[in-house]
């Protein structure tokens, strides 16, 4: 797997920013996002031909959305 981008919300419900770099914590996500915590779902991953396949269906959606 080869990670493209990285994104983080500050507030959960708005749209994630791309950055440069981010630190992953053991058992709680990426510091700094919305979504890192104590659950079952603290970092997700999206296969770049997801992407592709989205804008082919005419959504503007790029790394990070």
């Keep these: 797997m080869k990670i493209v981008s990285i994104a983080i919300s ?3 419900g708005t749209r994630k920013v791309q950055v440069d770099e981010a630190s992953l914590i053991q058992d709680y996500g990426l510091e700094g996002d919305a979504h890192a915590g ?3 779902r603290q970092v997700s ?3 770049s ?3 592709e396949k989205a ?3 005419g959504l503007d959606v790029t790394f990070g959305d």
């Design 49 to 51: 031909e997801s992407i």
């Design 38 to 40: 104590p659950w079952h």
């Design 55 to 57: 804008k082919k269906n």
């Design 10 to 12: 500050k507030k959960k």
């Design 45 to 47: 991953f999206l296969a």
